[in-house]
């Protein structure tokens, strides 16, 4: 068996290009993500049940689903009700939706770890309950949410490689494309597993990065580490 | 287009064997994953350099790439070097492999939650590791990490759909069959979806089951 | 040691379900594929069984043209076929991987693929032709395609690959399309096409045909360019004794008229098959 390097260099433009695609789906849809999360979670935490129904549902719903189906269900199944959807607006809302629902439970268990006593004393001190959120909360909760929220952020990146299925011009579709031409699967799905290992690392130490700047780390750390489930 | 239900009931006998085949490679590769997840494990315990690198090396590569490449990897790569399986089996080893990465991170958790003394005064009475491993860490880890791991096999029932792209022929594929000669998405994928859906459904339920075992366990 | 015993036995079940793969290899590289598929008497062949009406799924079973061809082929030879649908990104490399004997899809010779594989004779000859949606007013001619998303097969889609060339060259009168989309199978071209997400198809004829034929009165056919393809099936470069026998086969078919009348079943018209000709310059013959 050889290793073609030349399969490689002559095709670094789509593997660029696809590459680019990849980054600016996932960033796009992490930080939708993270947005739809937090109003998914504190739905969950209200005392609403007409809240907390739907936010419970859509989770499950996300969560007991493959990605894969889900894709499918979003391109050719909401355009029967009437909507026209682009494979773009497809892609955003599929991988934003599905951040959404794994987000929101990362969020949802960080709210839960701050412990009681503190928002109640805030709020005895005269605070609001969204400026004791924001005051006392989320700042203290960070150091719980960032473990797991690297590893779904991760996840995230790694499943959009099924949005090439739905004609998305990323990464995947880029090396099918240069395997299209050059009938060397080893050398092109290499380089693709190199470079989104380079993109999940990175990811991954940027986040560690944002850990250590949180105050409480050190002891989350501790804690989260059992729970952890980690997603593909 | 509207939703026509005899499409669902025509296709109902195939998306059940695809199912069937669904649950069948999932269970597989959870078997093969705990193995693998239990060897990556020793050896990361084995305090040989290289090799303990080596593990690290595998588990990142296996965590920080997509499982769509690994799968298609694994199918074409290994007969480049000689290694011919077949599809079902090529999906169980894909499938396995990247679980076992994830496994023996639940195993490393579940280790933390046995108490060091336990060691301590397995080698203050001389026992040897394999013993102490074999008949003292491992079935109280396998007990612990119950609940992560049966969430690690939905996990798995869901990534199954990706054996789709070398020809597994399970639920997704079958799915995807059907639409082809029918021409009916609506139908199959939200019938797809729900054969999943209460699948993984009934499988979390039995994982927060587990879960209220170990944790009475626990404490 | 009850524990060592378990541990001994899954690795016997382990080693006993990996190795009798291994003398089960779907053709080795030997010279004499054929006459080692006749001794086994088994045939492994790959389709990529989402190409109406060349080969689709239908109540569980792969049918369509291909498959007629196929089983009559597989008849007169006498053996067990074993068939395995796989998705096209699949077949390709699959082949090339040894992981069945030949592929039994619709497959258009043309220089690049002729080149790395042992194309058949042709089983159909068909056209690239564009469809869209009936009464859509916006796509008036295959010649000006400005503005247009259109949707195709992924590469090495035979289809696509020709379309790519003939818009490198309406690009340059700058009609060239707005952009196109790659799909994994050809439903997934028609299904795009009806919920506007794309504004036409590119594909082979009988398979635009097929497509209006499922979806009476949605859509309609603009036209077809370049000249005409052949179709055939392809085995690995070295194994051309192979190669040769399902020539021999598909050339008896057609002499027999069973070829013709299957294209009637199929496509509703018949082609006429060359004995030669069809292989580009420097293909493997």
Redesign the interface.
């Known amino acids: 068996m050889k290793f073609d390097l030349s399969v490689i260099t002559s095709n670094w433009q789509l593997f660029a290009r696809g590459f680019g695609v990849t980054l600016v789906y996932c960033g796009v849809s992490s930080i939708l993500g993270l947005c739809l999360g937090l109003v998914v979670a504190l739905a969950r935490l209200s005392r609403s049940v007409w809240l907390r129904g739907p936010a419970v549902g859509f989770v499950e719903l996300i969560r007991d689903t493959p990605f894969l189906v889900q894709v499918f269900v979003i391109f050719f199944v909401v355009p029967a009700s009437g909507l026209t959807i682009s494979a773009t607006t497809a892609g955003i809302a599929a991988l934003t939706l599905y951040g959404g629902a794994y987000f929101s439970e990362s969020i949802r268990g960080a709210i839960l770890s701050v412990p009681r006593g503190q928002t109640d004393a805030a709020h005895a001190a005269g605070m609001s309950h969204v400026l004791a959120m924001r005051r006392i909360v989320f700042p203290q909760m960070m150091a719980y949410l960032i473990p797991p929220l690297t590893n779904q952020l991760i996840g995230l990146v790694k499943d959009s490689s099924v949005l090439s299925i739905i004609t998305v011009p990323e990464l995947t579709m880029a090396t099918q494309r240069v395997l299209g031409t050059t009938f060397a699967p080893i050398e092109a799905f290499s380089m693709a597993a190199l470079l989104y290992w380079v993109l999940t690392a990175c990811l991954a130490a940027l986040m560690g990065r944002l850990e250590h700047h949180t105050p409480t780390h050190r002891a989350a750390r501790q804690t989260t580490a059992f729970l952890t489930v980690a997603d593909r | 287009m509207t939703f026509e239900p005899r499409y669902v009931v025509q296709a109902l006998p195939f998306l059940i064997r695809g199912a069937r085949l669904t649950l069948e490679v999932s269970l597989f590769a959870i078997a093969l994953g705990l193995v693998v997840g239990v060897l990556l494990t020793i050896i990361r315990q084995s305090r040989i350099k290289p090799l303990e690198a080596a593990a690290s090396i595998y588990i990142s590569l296996m965590r920080g790439t997509p499982l769509f490449i690994q799968i298609l990897i694994v199918y074409f790569g290994l007969s480049e070097i000689g290694v011919d399986l077949p599809r079902f089996l090529a999906g169980v080893i894909a499938l396995s492999l990247n679980s076992g990465a994830y496994i023996t991170e639940m195993i490393r958790g579940g280790l933390t939650a046995i108490p060091p003394g336990q060691r301590d005064a397995a080698k203050a009475l001389g026992m040897p590791n394999r013993y102490l491993w074999g008949h003292i860490l491992l079935p109280q880890v396998l007990f612990l990490i119950m609940p992560p791991l049966t969430i690690e096999f939905t996990g798995l029932l869901k990534a199954s759909a990706l054996l789709s792209v070398i020809g597994v022929v399970e639920l997704t594929r079958t799915s995807q069959e059907i639409i082809i000669g029918t021409f009916r998405p609506v139908e199959l994928w939200l019938t797809a979806a729900t054969f999943y859906f209460v699948m993984c459904f009934v499988l979390g339920a039995v994982a927060r089951r587990f879960e209220r075992v170990a944790a009475a366990y626990r404490a | 040691m009850r524990?060592?015993g378990a541990l001994a036995f899954?690795i016997a079940v382990?080693v006993a379900?990996?190795m009798p793969?291994?003398p089960?290899?779907?053709g080795a590289a030997a010279p004499g594929l054929f006459a080692q598929i006749k001794k086994q008497g088994q045939v492994t062949v790959a389709t990529e069984?989402?190409y109406?009406p060349f080969e689709?799924?239908?109540?569980?079973k792969i049918v369509g043209y291909d498959k007629d061809v196929l089983d009559a082929i597989i008849k007169a030879w006498g053996i067990k076929l074993n068939q395995?649908?796989?998705?096209f990104?699949?077949i390709?490399?699959?082949l090339?991987?040894?992981?069945f004997d030949f592929v039994a899809t619709a497959l258009l010779i043309n220089p690049?693929r002729a080149k790395?594989y042992a194309f058949t004779m042709p089983v159909a000859q068909v056209k690239v032709g564009l469809l869209k949606r009936k009464g859509d007013p916006r796509v008036t001619s295959v010649s000006d395609l400005s503005g247009l998303v259109i949707?195709s097969g992924?590469?090495?889609?035979g289809p696509t690959?020709i379309f790519m060339h003939y818009n490198d060259t309406l690009k340059a009168q700058g009609k060239g399309v707005k952009a196109q989309?790659?799909?994994?199978?050809s439903?997934?071209e028609?299904?795009?096409l009806?919920?506007?997400?794309v504004d036409a198809v590119v594909d082979s004829t009988p398979v635009l045909l097929g497509a209006m034929r499922?979806?009476p009165g949605v859509f309609e056919l603009v036209g077809t360019f370049g000249t005409p393809f052949w179709v055939g099936w392809v085995t690995r470069p070295d194994n051309l004794d192979l190669r040769d026998a399902i020539n021999a086969q598909i050339r008896k078919l057609r002499d027999s008229g069973e070829l013709a009348r299957l294209q009637k079943k199929w496509f509703g018209y018949t082609m006429e098959i060359p004995d030669s000709g069809y292989l580009p310059p420097g293909a493997i013959r």
Do not use: C, H, I
């Open positions: 524990r060592k899954m382990l379900t990996l793969w291994y089960m290899q779907a069984a989402a109406y689709f799924v239908d109540n569980g395995l649908d796989l998705p990104a699949g390709l490399p699959g090339e991987a040894k992981k690049d790395k949707g992924t590469p090495p889609a690959v989309k790659m799909f994994a199978s439903p997934d028609f299904l795009a009806s919920n506007k997400q499922k979806f």
